[in-house]
């Protein structure tokens, strides 16, 4: 395999412009970037919560969604060409449904904590969100694939569904959110 990637520095974006993988600069704040950074962030939120102690099952599926997430990069790297499809989506949906079955039903909000995966679980949940967002801000103004904007929906619910099994781990239990405490 050639190697992608032989010199780290460039010095091409010192000027604040960056390269997309057409060629074409835009600058380094522009929305399409803001995007593809926020789903770097979520990327690597989920490599911090995979580098907790998670079972077999919840390891494998965040790791094919790192996967996917560096596959929704590229697409936004490459304005035009699609990487993800509504399968992805679906994937995810199967996902949830195992994962959410022994889940007791909701009665309050869920406080964000419980362990510290269920933490992080929850902090790469609210990322997710942020980039469900600038992805939905950058389609009003560009074409963008919408099997992206569905997938990062779809796996924010199963990132609060699999905080709430985590939360659960060891005997723990999630905190639900208590009016006027």
């Known amino acids: 395999m050639t190697p992608r990637l032989t010199r780290i520095y460039t010095r091409s974006g010192d000027d604040g412009s960056t390269g997309l993988a057409g060629g074409e600069r835009v600058p380094k704040d522009h929305p399409r970037i803001e995007v593809i950074g926020t789903i770097d962030e979520l990327n690597s939120a989920l490599g911090l919560l995979r580098a907790q102690t998670l079972d077999a099952t919840a390891d494998r599926l965040l790791m094919e969604v790192q996967h996917r997430l560096f596959d929704l990069g ?3 790297a490459m304005p035009g060409h699609a990487l993800l499809n509504d399968a992805r989506t679906t994937e995810l949906e199967e996902a949830l449904d195992r994962f959410n079955a022994d889940l007791p039903p909701l009665k309050e909000f869920v406080l964000p904590g419980g362990n510290e995966a269920a933490a992080r679980c929850h902090l790469a949940r609210t990322i997710c ?5 600038a992805l939905l801000r950058l389609s009003h103004d560009e074409p963008v694939n919408s099997a992206g904007i569905k997938y990062l929906n779809r796996l924010s619910d199963l990132l609060f569904v699999l ?3 985590l939360a659960r781990l060891d005997g723990g239990e ?5 009016k006027g405490v």
Do not use: S
């Open 74 to 76: 590229g697409e936004l």
């Open 129 to 133: 969100r942020r980039a469900e967002r």
């Open 174 to 178: 999630e905190i639900t959110w208590q």
């Open 163 to 165: 905080a709430r099994v």
